[in-house]
């Protein structure tokens, strides 16, 4: 068994004081520094992950997925533009030692990391190369990316677990019923 660490979308946009700021963005992306700190060092005590990745939200021009007047569930404010400080990492996450990173979204939503590549290879095929089988799935946002990526996780065959106390979702009721459907899909949290 090889388990893989996917970091999912802990970018600048989606912290306090970006265009789409979940509360609880900016802790989330210490905690999860703190935990990569650990497993850098091989400490004692780190989570045994044979690679760390990282998921991206890399828009050009995704279309009818951003809007000046947004719906909040099907579209949004600008956000995690290439070549804009809300596509960065948020800096209580940067740098750290991820094996690769995974941009999604250049012309369309893309929630799922699986959606992601790197180097032309996808993020389910990076995995299997390198034989991982199970994940462990954080990040922005448990109702939203967290949520497809770890589905997605799921469905592509891999044992998948979701660390909500490393998450942080856009409300509490779509987090909690985020929550629920992973649980049914046979994720655990």
């Known amino acids: 068994m090889k388990?893989?660490?996917?970091?999912?979308?802990?970018?600048?946009?989606?912290c306090e004081g970006g265009s789409m700021g979940v509360p609880g963005g900016?802790?989330?992306?210490?905690?999860?520094?703190?935990?990569?700190?650990?497993?850098?060092?091989?400490?004692?005590?780190a989570p045994d992950y044979?690679?760390?990745?990282?998921?991206?939200?890399?828009?050009?021009?995704p279309g009818d997925h951003w809007s000046s007047e947004p719906d909040f569930r099907d579209s949004w404010p600008v956000h995690c533009k290439v070549g804009t400080e809300g596509e960065a990492f948020h800096p209580n996450l940067d740098p750290q030692p991820f094996?690769?990173?995974f941009l999604k979204g250049e012309?369309?939503?893309a929630y799922s990391g699986f959606e992601g590549v790197t180097g032309g290879?996808?993020?389910?095929?990076?995995l299997r190369e390198r034989e991982v089988t199970d994940v462990d799935v954080c990040g922005i946002a448990t109702d939203y990316c967290v949520r497809d990526t770890a589905l997605d996780a799921a469905r592509e065959?891999?044992?998948?677990?979701?660390?909500?106390?490393?998450?942080?979702?856009?409300?509490?009721?779509?987090?909690?019923?985020?929550?629920?459907?992973?649980?049914?899909?046979?994720i655990r949290t």
């Open 3 to 14: 388990r893989a660490l996917i970091v999912v979308d802990v970018q600048n946009d989606f």
């Open 157 to 186: 065959g891999f044992t998948t677990r979701v660390l909500l106390d490393l998450c942080a979702a856009v409300a509490p009721e779509t987090g909690e019923a985020a929550v629920r459907e992973m649980v049914k899909a046979g």
């Open 107 to 109: 012309h369309d939503a």
């Open 121 to 126: 290879v996808a993020l389910a095929a990076w």
């Open 26 to 45: 900016a802790r989330v992306a210490s905690d999860i520094a703190e935990v990569l700190h650990h497993w850098a060092a091989r400490d004692y005590d």
């Open 99 to 101: 094996d690769a990173i």
């Open 50 to 61: 044979a690679h760390v990745v990282a998921t991206k939200d890399h828009h050009v021009d």
